[in-house]
């Protein structure tokens, strides 16, 4: 991936907004859980992913950080997804990203990642998602 520049004086809404738009907003497509706090946060996620699975539905969990290998970070059905899932999504995003001139400027690595899980859950038709 390509490195972009953002300000890091702005950590509010506005580009994960913005790029959510330029894309859709996937995320309008699925009911989310989102798990907070400073401990436990991807142990809780896998207990309800799980939990979510075992009742039939098709769910997909976004966490961090990754393991072995970034593709982890979005998982569908319990399952990392695919090269060519991930390549796909990449090539959705990167045309909609621009360079930083904004106030709000490019969006960040983390900012990236999520909107790659929201679009990626949108495209599998997922019941449910967890970020």
Known sequence: MPTFRYDT??????RMEALAASLGNPHDRYPAVHIAGTKGK???CLMLEALLRAE?????TYTSPHI??????????GKSISEE?????VNSILPLIEPA???????????LLTAMAMLCFARSN????IF
Request: proline share 2%; glycine share 14%.
């Open 126 to 129: 997922v019941d449910i998602s």
């Open 56 to 60: 039939g539905l098709k769910v997909g």
């Open 9 to 14: 004086e702005s950590f509010d809404l506005r």
């Open 42 to 44: 991807g142990c809780t």
């Open 101 to 111: 001139d904004g106030e709000s400027g490019s969006p960040t690595f983390f900012e």
């Open 85 to 89: 899932s991930f390549m796909r999504t």
């Open 68 to 77: 072995e290998h970034l593709r982890e970070r979005i998982r569908i059905g």
